[in-house]
């Protein structure tokens, strides 16, 4: 699977983005596609995840109530809204797809594929 993340840029605060992430191949829908970044000077961390099937969603907490994630199966695409974007917000966004066990899905081991990333500037 590779995967092509697009949509980041520049945005005021309190402003929103879309990112996309396309996959390549055909069993995109048996992968749940998650969502990480990371700001410079620290490391990845989760934002997001959506799974197969039922297409439950689980966020972090500084993503949650501004964020959400969402799949086309039929696009091979996975989306990320971002809405009331801070300057915190700022980071590299990297889509990722895997098939974690519920209790590794914030973990980025739990992850196999990777893209290869996309800027999210959020000015003050």
């Known amino acids: 699977v590779q995967l092509q993340a697009s949509g980041g840029g520049l945005v005021q605060a309190g402003g929103s983005l879309r990112l996309s992430c396309v996959a390549s191949?055909?069993?995109?829908?048996?992968?749940?596609m998650g969502w990480f970044r990371q700001a410079p000077g620290k490391e990845r961390e989760f934002v997001s995840t959506?799974?197969?099937?039922?297409?439950?969603?689980y966020y972090a907490d500084n993503a949650k109530g501004r964020f959400t994630s969402s799949r086309d199966n039929a696009k091979n695409t996975v989306y990320l809204q971002m809405n009331s974007l801070k300057p915190e917000d700022t980071a590299v966004y990297y889509c990722a797809a895997g098939k974690p066990i519920l209790s590794s899905i914030r973990t980025m081991r739990a992850y196999t594929y990777w893209g290869q990333g996309t800027q999210v500037t959020v000015s003050s």
């Open positions: 191949g055909r069993t995109f829908s048996s992968y749940a």
């Open positions: 959506i799974t197969v099937g039922n297409r439950n969603t």
